[in-house]
């Protein structure tokens, strides 16, 4: 039978003390630690090393990056860490340009702002300038051109604001496919029909409608077109009914106003 191994009491207490000095050791550290880490995270915080150095700005093309930034309340001397980006964010949707709008960090120094302007649906001329108008109304007075792009329609006789911003919305509505066909438009008001609106067609057309439901109405322009002789000249009107006026004195004379079958199916 094996004889156990009997250890003094004497021989254990070193190891004790031993183990538990490591352990004390092991603790005092991981405070230290925690100790100096709240240090460097409060000198980080009070130094130029958490301000922001650097603002991205994109998507931006009728508004400056100069004044997006002022729009945010954003500048390099802003803590990066204290910048409040939803509120950023709600910041530059104020600005009647831009229709959306992000903002994240991209540590460790950088801010960065990605915008979408409300797209341009028509120019107003004025004193021989062109000024853009947005999809909600607003008309860029500090963005004026003097030669007309010609890739949104012309606005004329726009007098009235209230007319003018339903006239951006119905455009804004319209995809470009349909906008782009359309040249000029003129707001022609008449005792009976105050929203009456008359359009040149980059085909030629000219098309008689109304600014109420104007873009429901003008997406069946092409179905339209594609049941007309290109060869003749005329008005299309948009009103309760649909039907092709020919404008040429051979067309009068030798036939009556045509009407077109807008459906779909």
């Known amino acids: 039978m094996s004889e156990k191994k009997i250890v003094s009491i004497e021989d254990r207490i070193p190891k004790l003390k031993q183990a538990r000095k490591k352990k004390a050791n092991r603790r005092l550290i991981f405070y230290l630690s925690i100790f100096f880490f709240l240090i460097f995270i409060i000198v980080y915080l009070q130094s130029p090393l958490s301000h922001v150095r650097t603002i991205e700005i994109t998507g931006n093309n009728n ?10 309340e954003v500048n390099v001397k802003t803590n990066i860490w204290m910048i409040d980006l939803e509120l950023t964010e709600r ?3 104020e600005n ?9 960090r991209d540590l460790p120094s950088t801010i960065r702002i990605q915008v979408e302007e409300h797209k341009v649906v028509g120019y107003l ?5 062109y000024y853009p108008v947005l999809g909600n109304g607003v008309v860029l007075d500090d963005a004026s051109q003097k030669e007309y792009s010609g890739n949104s ?10 007319v003018l911003h339903r006239m951006a919305a119905e455009l804004n509505k319209l995809p470009e496919t349909i906008t782009s ?16 609106i008359l359009l040149y067609m980059v085909d030629g057309y000219i098309v008689d ?3 109420r439901d104007f873009s429901e109405k003008m997406e069946v322009y092409p179905s339209i077109v594609a049941q007309l002789d290109p060869e003749v000249e005329g008005i299309i ?12 004195e051979e067309e009068n004379s030798s036939s009556e106003d045509t009407e077109i079958n807008t459906s779909t199916e």
């Open 63 to 72: 508004i400056t990056d100069e004044e997006i930034i002022k729009w945010s």
């Open 91 to 93: 910041n530059l949707l």
């Open 96 to 104: 009647p340009v831009i229709h959306k709008a992000e903002v994240s």
């Open 125 to 129: 001329k004025r004193d021989n300038l």
């Open 153 to 162: 329609p012309l606005l004329h006789q726009f007098t009235d604001e209230d």
């Open 181 to 196: 066909l359309i040249s000029e438009i003129y707001w022609l008001p008449e005792e009976d029909n105050p929203n009456r």
């Open 209 to 211: 409608a109304a600014i």
């Open 237 to 248: 009107h948009l009103g309760v009914g649909v039907y092709f006026e020919a404008l040429t």
